[in-house]
């Protein structure tokens, strides 16, 4: 079936409630990923979240469960949260995409990294959220929440880590790599060098929560 534009009750528009915004966002169908997808997996967290961590899209369990990150990379990211003194219960936690894209093979369902449109589609969602939620930080997890948020132009290899000020989505924004990266990071040394790294960067965000970061032009 072909995609349809969301009716304008559907687009989020002025501020509204995160509990509003997930109850409207279940009827999403501003791009075709609403057809495969079991649900839309909205944004988890409490209201007065002072960070908000973006990932890329519901992976297979997300889109079974109907929460973000509570699969292998978000068990992940919960032990790195952790190590850097982080309670994950004082992020937000959620999507650019809020749908599961998937390729079959076989029995199993395999992710799909969503497109420009797909973003773009379901970007209005997002917005909505840190209109609601107001962070200090925004912190995005891989490459398409950094693109998607920083720019096209980011490049996560090279400034991750680092915190942004910023006028537009929080006043302090950056970005690490997704955690699924340091699943998929092969060799026991390397991975645990990964992880490392992974935590490094939350360490800053966990630094920006409690006083002004380092500037980053
Ligand atoms: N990967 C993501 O980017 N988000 C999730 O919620 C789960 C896996």
Redesign the pocket.
């Known amino acids: 079936m072909k995609a349809v534009a969301p009716p304008p009750s559907q687009v989020p528009g002025g501020k509204q409630t995160l509990l509003s915004l997930k109850s409207a966002a279940q009827q999403c169908r501003a791009c075709p990923l609403w057809e495969r997808g079991t649900q839309t997996?909205f944004g988890e967290g409490q209201a007065t979240a002072r960070l908000v961590l973006v990932?890329?899209?519901?992976?297979n369990d997300?889109d079974l469960v109907g929460r973000?990150?509570v699969?292998p990379?978000?068990q992940l990211l919960d032990r790195a949260l952790a190590e850097a003194g982080i309670e994950r219960t004082d992020a937000y936690v959620t999507?650019v995409v809020k749908h599961f894209k998937w390729t079959g093979r076989g029995k199993r369902r395999l992710h799909s990294k969503p497109n420009v449109h797909e973003v773009n589609a379901c970007f209005p969602w997002l917005e909505a959220e840190l209109a609601a939620l107001q962070p200090h930080v925004l912190f995005c997890?891989?490459a398409t929440a950094a693109q998607a948020i920083l720019g096209r132009d980011f490049r996560v290899t090279q400034s991750h880590g680092q915190l942004f000020p910023s006028s537009r989505f929080a006043p302090w924004v950056g970005a690490t790599v997704?955690p699924?990266s340091v699943l998929r990071t092969e060799g026991d040394d390397e991975r645990a060098q990964a992880m490392a790294t992974f935590v490094d960067d939350l360490r800053q965000v966990a630094r920006a929560l409690t006083s002004a970061p380092e500037i980053h032009a």
């Open positions: 997996v990932g890329e899209q519901p992976g997300e973000p990150f699969g990379s978000g999507n997890l891989g997704h699924s």
